[in-house]
């Protein structure tokens, strides 16, 4: 005969995943969260003393997913940092082209006419969605949650693992090339040519 806390385990999935999500404030990730605390419940019900509340027990035991999903993330975006080339200063040679011996532009920027009327426009945040896209995977992320979303930066330090002078660096790279990319392809500059 089945335990019949079994089906009384699944009537604690909405509270679970709302838990989740507020913990991990993704959507998927809460659900692999649930999922992987749901059957761990289900392999060692027969441990489950009663000493506290069920969804207690399946809280407790969600924390922990949700924990090991975090250290996973953070892994990941380590390994993602690393691979961008940017976080260690790699892949600089483009700014050379940019800036002469003294750090002043080669060729400035050209004045915008009407940056206003232009961030009102559809099609401008189409453009803009294909010049973040153009980053490194880490520089859209950091550049997105800080500029767009209006994040700490100490949040996402914490979040992508990095200090809060390399997270300036990343932005400020991103600047760059976002406004040159939007020069080019909204704004109808010229890019540069070096020589």
Not at 14 to 38: G, T
Not at 60 to 86: M, N
Request: net charge negative; charged share 30%; with cysteine.
């Amino acid at each position: 005969m089945t335990d019949p806390r079994y089906a009384e385990i699944e009537t604690h999935r909405p509270y679970l995943l709302r838990y989740a999500v507020s913990q991990l404030r993704d959507a998927e990730l809460a659900e692999e969260a649930v999922q992987e605390a749901l059957v761990s419940a289900l392999e060692s019900i027969a441990s489950f003393g009663g000493r506290s509340t069920l969804r207690t027990w399946l809280t407790s035991i969600l924390r922990f997913k949700v924990i090991d999903l975090q250290r996973r993330a953070a892994a990941e975006r380590r390994t993602l940092a690393h691979d961008d080339g940017w976080a260690d200063g790699e892949g600089e040679a483009w700014l050379d082209d940019l800036f002469d011996e003294t750090g002043h532009w080669r060729d400035p920027p050209q004045a915008w006419s009407d940056p206003f009327a232009a961030l009102e426009q559809h099609r401008f945040w189409e453009a803009f969605e294909r010049c973040l896209d153009m980053l490194p995977p880490m520089a859209a992320r950091v550049f997105f949650r800080r500029e767009v979303l209006g994040e700490e930066t100490g949040r996402i330090c914490e979040a992508e693992d990095i200090t809060a002078a390399n997270c300036w660096v990343i932005l400020h790279r991103s600047r760059i090339a976002l406004r040159a990319c939007l020069g080019r392809s909204w704004f109808g500059e010229e890019p540069h040519r070096g020589g």
